[in-house]
């Protein structure tokens, strides 16, 4: 579960409702921001390092060893984490890493580590590493990071303090943490999900069998003593110099494989299920599971034991990572294909299929902005996972933007507006005698919708996915002068408060399904990203957020609102508001499980 890291190393237009408010300037915690916004602001938990890249750090190619930044990367996160936690830490896991650039040698790497969010007595710590040429001046970005730590002490039970995040740029970061630590928490079962319900297309025997290299060619293994530089003042190793450790093996046996010089391009999330100490012989063995056709991923894992006459071995990580060939031109070259030993072999074969999928289905999904994404994605419950993950954070990314614009407010219904290059969105803010747990349960249930939302004729539910996510097919009337009613399919997700403070969000974004296809009876419309987020305010107390980000298909229904021309949005507001107090007592039972 976790491998002690310790101390070592001290060292994002000007509105055109310019005449109106800035949200700023009526937000609780305005006077912070504009604070955070100076000249003189620093993330009290920011630390940075800057290494000049020596020939002893580099590879046969003089670049800059990935094993070598490993450790740095993992020296900068501790270092940040333990400067909020006030205690040593100890590293539980690192999210997937993508390598967009080497370094070489002569050149300098530039890191910085920040802590995202705290939970009870584990944080998020975000890295990101450039690379600077001190002659041209130019710099480019090598890879973003994600860590988790969890604070350690002997004797006393570690409550973290909360981070207070000011920027943008905090906020968003700190409000999507909850989400990718729930998607952490989850990703085993994914895996075994995917495995279960799909089959990996088996092509082995449609495959060149002379150019094919068995799997067992490649196997290396390497048993490394830990020795006092290697560990921290507690006698615990390194996170970094495992990970360090498990690049040199994994590097051997890609290159056993393609005879050539591989380059690591991504580490796979992983987890340290145990420590290991000074005096631990450390045995990492390494395997190509399957080779694409242009990428092989090499499994590799690590046990630990203390005394040669020992034959219990503690397993204390294990990690995927991906290597391609580069040729002269930087262009990925075509690799041989892997034959795998029957039984495990076949096992680690069809598996290393299934986490490219998820792999892909992470990078992007859950990676890409949101100017990438298209309107609909389709849904598959191998990537459901993802696509909950991205419907929540998009919300909350969206909730968290500085710049929104108070263009109205009537009967205190308070409506904003946010103008960016590629999108504009509105959000309506309201005050409710209503419990936050209550308003909850009844917005989340789209299906009552219609009782106080005239955009939203009927309401079906297609499929409950789980607890908290469900796909919903909506048919709405026409808008305007558009002949056609409308319909959407919907996947709405909610989540309750993971801390207090947090919001209680309800996301919803257009997917696309095979059993709800087109037709010509309605006009197909899509949402990319909507939903409620509320706030406790009080006893029987919430405030009320509404928030969209307008599809072209309602930009001019949306501006017409917005510019004062409309009063729709106030009358469906406080439709809602009349809904939410008239069934506010319908749902005690309900309210315990909240």
Not at 32 to 39: L, Q, S, T, V, W
Not at 333 to 346: H, S
Request: aromatic share 8%; with cysteine; glycine share 4%.
């Amino acid at each position: 579960m976790i491998q002690n890291v310790g101390n070592h190393l001290r060292r994002g237009l000007a509105s055109v409702f310019s005449s109106r408010t800035s949200r700023k300037s009526v937000s609780r915690a305005g006077d912070d921001d504009d604070m955070a916004e100076g000249e003189g602001y620093r993330n009290p938990t920011e630390v940075q390092m800057s290494q000049l890249v020596l020939p002893c750090h580099t590879n046969h190619r003089g670049e800059l060893s990935v094993g070598q930044l490993l450790k740095w990367i993992d020296t900068m996160a501790c270092l940040s984490a333990e400067r909020h936690a006030g205690c040593p830490c100890v590293t539980a896991s690192m999210d997937d890493i993508y390598f967009e650039h080497t370094i070489s040698v002569g050149q300098v790497v530039n890191i910085k580590a920040k802590v995202n969010r705290a939970f009870n007595s584990s944080m998020e710590v975000g890295i990101q590493v450039a690379s600077e040429d001190l002659c041209s001046e130019k710099q480019w970005n090598v890879c973003k990071a994600l860590a988790t730590f969890v604070a350690h002490r002997e004797l006393t039970k570690v409550k973290l303090k909360q981070i207070t995040p000011r920027t943008e740029e905090e906020k968003t970061e700190h409000s999507v943490a909850a989400e990718r630590r729930r998607m952490r928490l989850v990703y085993a079962d994914t895996i075994k999900g995917l495995l279960a319900n799909y089959a990996i297309q088996e092509d082995l025997d449609s495959r060149d069998c002379s150019c094919m290299v068995p799997a067992e060619k490649t196997r290396v293994e390497s048993v490394e003593l830990v020795l006092p530089p290697h560990a921290n003042h507690q006698g615990n190793t390194f996170g970094g110099q495992i990970m360090a450790w498990m690049e040199n093996v994994a590097t051997i046996a890609a290159s056993r494989l393609c005879r050539g010089h591989p380059t690591l391009k991504a580490i796979e999330m992983f987890h340290f299920r145990g420590p290991s100490q000074v005096g631990d012989r450390l045995v990492l063995k390494a395997i190509v599971n399957n080779a694409f056709k242009h990428s092989m991923e090499v499994g590799v894992c690590v046990e630990a034991y203390r005394q040669e006459a020992e034959t219990h071995r503690r397993h204390i990580n294990s990690a995927f990572m991906t290597f391609v060939v580069l040729d002269a031109d930087d262009q990925p070259q075509k690799l041989p294909w892997i034959r795998p030993q029957p039984g495990e072999g076949e096992r680690r074969y069809r598996e290393a299929s299934a986490r490219k999928k998820i792999r892909l289905d992470r990078k992007y999904i859950v990676s890409c902005k949101q100017a990438e994404m298209p309107l609909s994605v389709p849904w598959d419950p191998s990537n459901q996972v993802y696509l909950s993950y991205n419907n929540v954070s998009s919300l909350k990314m969206l909730m968290a933007k500085d710049d929104w614009v108070l263009s109205s407010e009537i009967s205190q219904v308070r409506l904003y507006s946010l103008e960016e290059d590629k999108f504009f969105s509105f959000h309506l803010e309201m005050v409710v005698h209503v419990d936050a747990a209550q308003a909850f349960l009844l917005l989340s249930d789209l299906q009552r919708r219609p009782e106080w939302d005239k955009h939203y004729r009927s309401v079906e539910l297609v499929q409950q996915v789980d607890e908290d996510d469900a796909i919903y097919h909506i048919i709405s009337p026409a808008l305007g002068r558009d002949a056609k009613p409308q319909d959407f399919v919907i996947l709405a997700s909610r989540r309750k408060p993971c801390d207090n403070g947090d919001p209680y969000v309800i996301a919803m974004r257009s997917v696309t399904l095979p059993t709800h296809c087109e037709t010509p009876e309605y006009r197909r419309a899509e949402t990319l990203c909507s939903g409620f987020c509320l706030w406790r305010e009080g006893d029987q107390l919430t405030k009320v957020s509404y928030y969209n980000q307008v599809s072209p298909d309602f930009l001019n229904y949306v501006t017409t609102n917005v510019s004062g021309l409309s009063s729709e949005f106030y009358t469906t507001f406080k439709a809602c508001e009349r809904f939410l107090l008239d069934n506010r007592n319908d749902l005690a039972p309900s309210l315990q499980t909240l």
